[in-house]
């Protein structure tokens, strides 16, 4: 079975571009979550979809959206860039669940973003 | 709040010596506890999970974890170090409700001497 795929693995933008991010999870899993990981605020909960709704959602500004599509696939945009954006961003999925972490998660290889 | 804590940053063991890397939680109920391991350049790949049961849980690659609730604790750990073993750890908790939101520790950068 094919694991997570997540497109472009790399990308550079100037502030102020905006940019979209690519996940594919696993076939048959319907929870999509995004994570953005620095090396000063390491892996922080961007947001999560199950059935093309956002059911949960972190503590970033209104610039990062996402949406889920009917066959599950994610994407995630980030608006008007800035340098602190650059950061590698991680797609995982996962079986419905009733959520609280009961299934496992697979990780994508993530896409690094680097913003200049 | 819940909350994962990973005391050590970083550390170093020569290879085939053993490896117990610390993970303290903070959770109001039975916790859903993961480790996961990062190689550079790479995405998480999960090394064990405890949802219930025996408290000493098997998982790939020769690491085990131990469950204690009386310590709030999930301590990663195994026999013998290869140098194939260096890359970062994380300790995560899933977080209640009705969401798959895992919250990870910072991190413990592990560094094997031959």
């Known amino acids: 079975k094919a694991g997570v795929t997540q497109t472009p693995r790399y990308l550079i933008k100037t502030r102020g571009q905006q940019v979209t991010l690519s996940c594919s999870p696993i076939?048959?899993?319907?929870?999509v979550s995004w994570y953005q990981q620095t090396p000063g605020q390491g892996l922080q909960f961007l947001f999560e979809?199950?059935?093309?709704?956002?059911?949960n959602k972190g503590n970033f500004p209104g610039r990062f959206s996402g949406r889920q599509f009917s066959n599950s696939r994610s994407e995630m945009n980030v608006s008007t860039l800035e340098l602190g954006d650059s950061a590698l961003y991680l797609c995982?999925?996962?079986?419905?669940?009733?959520?609280?972490?009961?299934?496992?998660?697979?990780f994508g290889p993530g896409t690094r973003l680097t913003v200049t | 709040a819940q909350s994962v804590t990973q005391p050590d940053i970083h550390i170093t063991v020569s290879e085939g010596a053993s490896l117990e890397l610390r993970c303290n939680y903070s959770?109001?109920?039975?916790?859903?506890l993961f480790w996961y391991v990062q190689s550079p350049g790479q995405g998480l790949q999960l090394l064990l999970k405890?949802?219930?049961?025996?408290?000493l849980v098997q998982g790939i690659k020769g690491f085990e974890a131990e469950f204690k609730r009386s310590q709030s604790s999930f301590n990663l750990r195994k026999p013998s170090v290869h140098w194939s073993d260096a890359a970062e750890y994380f300790c995560?908790?899933?977080?209640?409700?009705?969401?798959?939101?895992?919250?990870f520790g910072t991190g413990t950068l592990l560094a094997v001497q031959p």
């Open positions: 995982a999925s996962s079986l419905a669940g009733r959520g609280g972490g009961d299934y496992e998660q697979y």
């Open positions: 076939s048959g899993h319907r929870s």
């Open positions: 979809y199950f059935s093309e709704t956002q059911r």
């Open positions: 959770y109001g109920a039975t916790p859903y």
């Open positions: 405890y949802f219930s049961g025996d408290t």
């Open positions: 995560a908790v899933g977080a209640r409700g009705a969401t798959n939101k895992l919250i």
